[in-house]
C-alpha cells in the first residue's frame, strides 16, 4: 500500500484534528415522476415524454433532513438507521452523486462510494472489470497491474477455479461483492464509503474486509460504513451516526449509539 505522506498524517502539526468531510445541515429531496395518481400506465408516460410536459402530481420525497456533522482523518463511522431512513441517500450526497437541496457537504479529497450495486460491466470478465474499476477509482493502467494479483487474491474469486476469466454475469451475487470491494480496497482513499459491502460474502471474506478497513484507517483516510449488521459497525468502526427519518438522531461513539439503538429496535 502506498507509504504514508504528510497529506496522510491524522493531525495537522499544532495536533488538531484534520476534518475530510464537513456536512452542514444537509437536506436531500428526491423529486418522483408521476409518482401516481391516475393510471401511470406506460402509454401515459410516452405520451408525456412525446409532448415533453411534466408528469402531473410530481412528488417529492425529502430523504435526508437538515443533518450535521465532522468527519476527521482516521475515523471509521458507521451509518445505522431502519429501512429507508436515508443512510445510501447521505452517502451519495456526500460522494457528490446527488445535489444538495439546502445546505452544504465540503469534502477534503475526492470520497469513493463502494456500493453493492457498483457500477461493473456484467458481461465482461472479472479481469476486464478489475481494469475497468480500477481506471475509474482513478489509478493508472500500470498501478492496476501492480496490484491485479493482490486485487484477485483478496477476492477469493479464483479459489474455486479460474473464475476472473469467466464475465461477471456467471458470479453469484456474494462473489461479485467481493470483487467489488477487493477492487475498492486496492487503493488508498481519501475517503472510502462502504454500502453494505461486508453484509455479502462468507464470514471468511467479512473478516478479511474488516481488517482491510482497520488498514485503510491506519493510512489516514476515512472510512464510512453503512450495514443493517451491528457485529460488523462493532468490529469496524469507533462512531456511530443514526439517521431516522432522515434526521441525525444520534452521533458518537459506537457502543453508545448502538446500545441505544439496540434498545429502541430491540436488536
Ligand atoms: N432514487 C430515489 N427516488 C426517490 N426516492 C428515493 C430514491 N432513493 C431513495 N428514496 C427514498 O429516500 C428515503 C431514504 O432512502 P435510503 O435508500 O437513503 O434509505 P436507507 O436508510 O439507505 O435504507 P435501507 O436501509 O433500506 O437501505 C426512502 O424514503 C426512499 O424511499
Redo the contacts with the bound molecule.
Keep these: 500500500m502506498a507509504e504514508r505522506t504528510e497529506q496522510h498524517r491524522e493531525r495537522a502539526a499544532d495536533g488538531a484534528r484534520i476534518p475530510t468531510v464537513i456536512a452542514d445541515d444537509v437536506h436531500i429531496i428526491?423529486k418522483?415522476n408521476g409518482g401516481s395518481r391516475g393510471k401511470g400506465s406506460a402509454t401515459a408516460a410516452l405520451n408525456r415524454m412525446l409532448r415533453r410536459k411534466t408528469a402531473p402530481g410530481m412528488r417529492e420525497?425529502h430523504?435526508v433532513r437538515g443533518v450535521t456533522f465532522v468527519a476527521y482523518r482516521g475515523e471509521s463511522i458507521g451509518l445505522i438507521?431502519s429501512?429507508?431512513?436515508?443512510?445510501?441517500?447521505l452517502l451519495k450526497a456526500v460522494a457528490g452523486l446527488l445535489p444538495t437541496a439546502r445546505g452544504k457537504v465540503y469534502t477534503d479529497g475526492q470520497p469513493s462510494l463502494l456500493g453493492v450495486n457498483a457500477a461493473l460491466m456484467n458481461d465482461l470478465t472479472g479481469e476486464r472489470n478489475v481494469m475497468l474499476g480500477g481506471l475509474a477509482m482513478g489509478m493508472t493502467r500500470e498501478q492496476i497491474r501492480e496490484r491485479y494479483q493482490d486485487i484477485v487474491d483478496f477476492s477469493g474469486i479464483n479459489e474455486k477455479g479460474d473464475f476472473i476469466s469467466l464475465p461477471m454475469r456467471t458470479y453469484s451475487s456474494g462473489m461479485a461483492a467481493r470483487l467489488r470491494f477487493s477492487i475498492a480496497a486496492a487503493k488508498d482513499h481519501d475517503v472510502l464509503m462502504i454500502d453494505e459491502a461486508l453484509a455479502t460474502g462468507d464470514r471468511k471474506f467479512q473478516k478479511r474486509s474488516e481488517a482491510r478497513i482497520r488498514e485503510l484507517r491506519k493510512e489516514a483516510g476515512t472510512v464510512f460504513l453503512?450495514s443493517?449488521n451491528n457485529k460488523s459497525i462493532r468490529d469496524t468502526c469507533d462512531r456511530v451516526l443514526w439517521?431516522e427519518k432522515g434526521e441525525l438522531l444520534m452521533d458518537g461513539p459506537t457502543d453508545e449509539v448502538i446500545k441505544a439503538y439496540e434498545r429502541e429496535t430491540g436488536r
Design positions: 428526491y418522483v420525497v430523504a438507521g429501512n429507508g431512513s436515508g443512510k445510501s441517500t453503512v443493517h439517521l
